[in-house]
């Protein structure tokens, strides 16, 4: 029998709020300096009380919108027991029985819950013996989401991933940049022959798309080959190695009895009927356009699958996008030369010199995709007037007209260059009227390279054709 492999996903991602969970310092963990934003509560100096993050609540809660999950009405915060360097008060407060969210879906992959706690600190290990540790994380907003055991192959749990992490960018709640640690994935993987679950291994430290699908990967190897063998699995929870890419003992796994949960009692219960901005009224008027929706109307639109990702991952670009669709008033001819542009040409230009999407102005960049319908510039033009646009006050037209760019259509003027390539290549002339059709785009391409992109390429050849001919 074939095994079958078994996968449940455990997410945590930095909330975007604009201060930590439990206290008033700045939610700026990343680029500040170490130890520097900290305060009596989240380093849990004796005495000091917390305070929930009303807006990481809120933030939850919309979440748990966007994927149709249930609400709780009560919840409340737990205390959960374990002792490492990177937790001050050598516990967590965490959600244990009374989670804010339950069930709910996401690219077809069910939800188990969605809880709310503080993120430990970040700890460096040095050479040697030493470990230093940072405590401007300790405290920020991070909020788990555990799926249901339903994922059995890693291309899936790698799809779930960079579709979560999408949604949590459109909604806006956290940048879940995952090379930063803002979006932390987890593997629950087992295999078995039957329809029984195995024995269940916890993989941690994968901080990339690629690191979870190749970790799930060897894992699933892994623990076939070692019952293969007759050995028996360990639960246990195992790191992973990119250097190696395989995976490595870390510690056995704990259970949620080892943790020792017990409510918090420091922080009162949340009832969250009672407060108005958590109520599903509320919180449907934040929502934005989902990327599952978007995904239809861009579609419905003309735009191919591959172009609608290049622009729903990259928030900039989708909501530029989304402001060029207004002005060019749903003209699906000129929409898709935009897309073409934007997702080609432009995404290049930002990348490779460090330029703002948002130094082209929205009218040039619709101006220009007009001229381009209209036949009034060539391709090879728009391309060039494109890197003309950043940071520019004036408009591709008038671009066009002082660089004498614009696409000469005009007979008049395009036949004395016809008559001087005609005259310069006789033997690609003699080719065309033995039958060999391919010869006039040769002449073409050298009416665009004499006339500098000008010249309109439709009405070249029509007139190469016809003036060989005679």
Known sequence: MSYTATIGLEVHAELNTATKMFCGCKNQPHGSEPNSLICPVCMAHPGTLPVPNKKAIEMVLLFGRAVGATASDYSEFDRKNYFYPDIPKA???SQYAYPFLLQGSLEGIELTRV??????????????????????????????????????DAQTAGRFARELQL??????ISKANMEKGEMRVEANISVSKDATLGTKVEVKNLNSFKSVEAAIEYEINRQIETLENGESLSQETRGWDENKNKTFTQRSKETAKDYRYFPDPDIPKIKTSEVPEFSAASLDEMLPILPSKKRLDYKNLGLASNLVEVIITQPELDQYFESLLVTLEGDQDVIKIAVNYLTSDIVALIANEERALSDIKLEHFAELVVLVRDKKIGSRVAKDLLAELFNSELSPLEIATRGNLLQVSDDSSLEPLIDSIIAEN?????????????????LVGQGMKQSKGAANPARLKE???QKIKK
Do not use: C
């Open 91 to 93: 516990y967590q407060i």
């Open 115 to 152: 809880h709310l706690e503080e993120d430990t600190a970040r700890s460096q290990h040095d050479k040697g013996d030493q470990s230093l540790v940072d405590f401007n994380r300790a405290g920020v907003p991070l909020m788990e989401l555990v799926t249901e055991p339903v994922i059995h």
């Open 167 to 172: 949604l949590l960018r459109t909604l806006k």
């Open 426 to 442: 006789p033997v690609v002339v003699a080719q065309y009227l033995e039958g060999k059709e391919a010869s006039i785009q040769y």
């Open 463 to 465: 007139l190469f054709a």
